[in-house]
């Protein structure tokens, strides 16, 4: 069973400073003053949110969604096992990439560093990720 995604939520369970590099990158909520917000009270951030034109926020909110079904063991297993395959002729840069991982957070944190700085990664550890919580594969003959 999936977990329960709500934008406000998101917001509250991620760090705000990976919540600021986010929004950095794509270029909206210049007027939130992130370092200024306490984790997990997010109420300027979300009215700021919800100021953004509908079209925006439901780019991004795809984006979110996404990030937060990367962020649980199956995610990160996808993520990993994804750099393992793309860096195999490269084990020195593998071994950095595991171990910058290992010293986030929690799965929350490398699910947004990896879509922010590893893209190269992220398309593929979805799909795998999507497969491996299928509940079931159906099959068919002929």
């Known amino acids: 069973m999936g977990r329960h995604y709500s934008t406000r939520d998101f917001f509250r369970q991620m760090p705000n400073r990976l919540l600021a590099r986010y929004f950095v990158a794509r270029g909206v909520l210049d007027g939130v003053d992130f370092a200024a ?30 990030i937060h079904g990367m962020s649980s063991e ?8 994804e750099a393992v395959w793309q860096m195999r002729n490269t084990p020195d840069e593998l071994a950095q990439f595991v ?7 929690g799965h929350d944190e490398r699910a947004v560093v ?13 799909y795998f990720c999507h497969a491996d919580n299928l509940s079931y594969w159906r099959k068919r003959k002929g």
């Open 37 to 66: 917000l306490k984790e997990s009270r997010i109420e300027p951030l979300f009215d700021a949110w919800l100021a953004l034109p509908e079209a925006s926020r439901d780019g991004m909110d795809a984006e979110l969604r996404e």
């Open 74 to 81: 199956k995610g990160w297993c996808a993520i990993r096992d």
């Open 99 to 105: 171990e910058a991982m290992a010293g986030l957070g």
């Open 114 to 126: 990896v879509f922010l700085d590893y893209p190269q990664f992220w398309k593929g550890a979805t």
